[in-house]
């Protein structure tokens, strides 16, 4: 039953990675389109801001951009370092099972 258990943490924590990378990856597409669409239509209503605009846009595209790096470490974190196994482990050992 303890091992049957521990599989079903390890299966349903690898399809929760899955699904908060690939909203993570959704996030960052979808960010990089609306930092450049607004960078785009700026520039167009007022060219000679151009130097501005992009410089604004660089530093907030590589702010947005730290958010799936931070997302995939998390990730890593439940996929190698799983805490819902020790806490499993130690809920059962409390039980006495």
Known sequence: MTAEMISMI????????GV????AGLGSAIGWGLICAKTLEGIARQPEMRPALMTNMFIFAGLMESFPFIILAF???FL?????????????????V
């Open 75 to 77: 990730a890593m974190w």
């Open 80 to 96: 190698f370092a799983n805490p819902f196994v020790g806490a499993l482990q130690s809920a059962l050992g409390a039980a006495g």
């Open 20 to 23: 908060i990378l690939a909203a």
């Open 10 to 17: 390890y299966a349903y924590t690898a399809v929760g990675v």
